[in-house]
């Protein structure tokens, strides 16, 4: 399966994004999909993950501000991000497992990855 990111952007602190991950090549429903982030300097974090029966997971800097969902009809899970804060800038990257039935947060559990989308949040 290929993964293709979109919908980063940089906004204001407070702001929303929603960011897209859509798939091409492979049904997404078969996968377990999470959302990463990478901020300069730093490595790369879990942010949220979904399986395939929809049970969620949510880092802890982001529950309640974070909203990940899966849209099996356009092959897409989303990324709704509200209360954006500066710490939030990162480059988010996508990624799929087919080794998972739940929900992980470590990345090596993830053997499809997408590029990343720059989010930046700055005043």
Known sequence: VQLQASGGGSVQPGASLRLSCAGSGRTLSG??????????GKEREFVAAISRSGVTDYAHSVKGRFAISRDNAKNT???????????????????GSTF???VRQDPDYYNYWGQGTLVTVSS
Do not use: H, K
């Open 31 to 40: 996968y377990t999909m999470g959302w990463f982030r990478q901020a300069p």
């Open 77 to 95: 899970v989303y990324l709704q991000m509200n209360s954006l804060e500066p710490e939030d800038t990162a480059v988010y990257f996508c990624a």
């Open 100 to 102: 998972i039935w739940g």
